[in-house]
């Protein structure tokens, strides 16, 4: 009897192969054409929001327009941060979102400061804080003056700016003030809060913002002090 491995007709691999590379070439050009217009639909819109937010501010003159943006804003921001497990997150895009929201919400800056127009609890205002709050340390640090202007002027709660300042204070590598920041450790997936200074008068410090005491806060997330 004869192995299966003497009835292959050569030829007949022969061509297999070359039918499989073929198709995996077609393959990878598909793959590299739909990078290359994801790319091309990115820079569009990234030129798109340059020339209507920050070149012209046609999309935010009027406050009909401001309110329809920032609640977009709002809602992009949030896309990638849901705690919904069907939810696949993607680094890249999660990325690219935040620096097209940048570019949106510094454009609302340069042209109205803190806006006027929007309540202290509407998803539109937080949407301000929430971009600034994801974005570089640099960036926090360079609107950090405003985003406390408007928490001292009732435009913004104290207790979102100094969830501000702890960030800043956990990316320099220092002790946080309020203890608003929890830390999860990808490796053991254990969560614990960010050294505070002066831990033993944290609740008097997040009383003043209007926060709930620490113990009450981490409750939530299941972890102890």
């Not at 939810?87 to 895009?93: A, G, L």
């Not at 202290?120 to 640099?138: C, G, R, Y």
Request: net charge positive; aromatic share 10%; hydrophobic share 45%.
């Amino acid at each position: 009897m004869k192995s299966a491995n003497a009835n292959t007709n050569p030829a007949r691999q022969r061509l297999d192969n070359t039918r499989f590379y073929a198709s995996l070439r077609q393959a990878i050009v598909i793959v590299r054409g739909f990078m290359a217009f994801s790319r091309f639909r990115q820079l569009a819109k990234l030129m798109t929001v340059f020339v209507t937010f920050t070149l012209t501010g046609f999309s935010i003159n009027t406050k009909a327009k401001l309110l329809q943006a920032l609640e977009q804003i709002y809602k992009d921001d949030q896309r990638y941060r849901s705690f919904d497990d069907d939810i696949i997150i993607n680094e890249d895009d999660l990325a690219y979102t935040d620096m097209i929201n940048l570019m949106k919400v510094e454009a609302v800056f340069k042209r109205y400061g803190w806006p006027n127009i929007l309540t202290i609890d509407d998803k539109a205002h937080i949407a301000l804080f929430l971009v600034i709050q994801h974005t570089s340390l640099e960036k926090q640090l360079q609107y950090a003056p405003l985003i406390w202007k408007a928490a001292r002027e009732g435009k913004l709660r104290k207790s979102q700016a100094a969830m501000l300042d702890d960030r800043m204070a956990v990316a320099h590598g220092k002790p946080q003030i309020y203890g608003s920041q929890i830390v999860c450790d990808a490796a053991t997936n254990e969560c614990y809060v960010h050294p505070i200074a002066e831990p033993e008068t944290v609740d008097a410090r997040r009383g003043e913002m209007g926060m709930e005491p620490l113990a009450t806060y981490v409750a939530r997330w299941e972890i102890k002090l």
